[in-house]
């Protein structure tokens, strides 16, 4: 079993930056991929931002450019440095872990919101 939190939302005006991240305790072997995930009212959840054990990296492309995703493996945490942040970007955003073929390793964070004010 693995727990993910989150931390490091909050409210910030256009233009500005945060920098999320989410930290895994527990029997985190399993875990192949750390993800980044945001739903907003009335949309889809949608796929942020993903990195592997091996860094390899993937944005969606309303957010390439602007958000960087990184890892620091000896804390097993995950990070995502989000700038010149939109209104758009307003959501609440999870933390996801998984064992990319291990369909019994999913895991999901709480949620950290996001606040974006124009």
């Known amino acids: 079993q693995v727990q993910l939190v989150e931390s490091g939302g909050g409210l910030v005006q256009a233009g500005g930056s945060l920098r999320p991240s989410c930290a895994a305790t527990?029997?985190?072997?399993?875990?192949?991929?750390m993800a980044w995930y945001r739903r907003a009212p009335g949309r889809e959840r949608e796929l942020v931002a993903a990195?592997?054990?091996?860094?390899?990296?993937y944005y969606a492309d309303s957010v390439k450019g602007r958000f960087t995703i990184s890892r620091d493996t000896t804390k097993h945490t995950v990070f995502l440095q989000m700038n010149s942040l939109k209104p758009d970007d307003t959501a609440v955003y999870y933390c996801?872990?998984?064992?990319?073929?291990?369909?019994?390793?999913?895991?999901w964070g709480q949620g950290t919101q996001v606040t974006v004010s124009s």
């Open positions: 527990g029997d985190t072997g399993c875990i192949s991929a």
């Open positions: 990195i592997t054990n091996t860094d390899s990296t």
């Open positions: 996801n872990a998984l064992g990319e073929h291990d369909n019994n390793c999913k895991y």
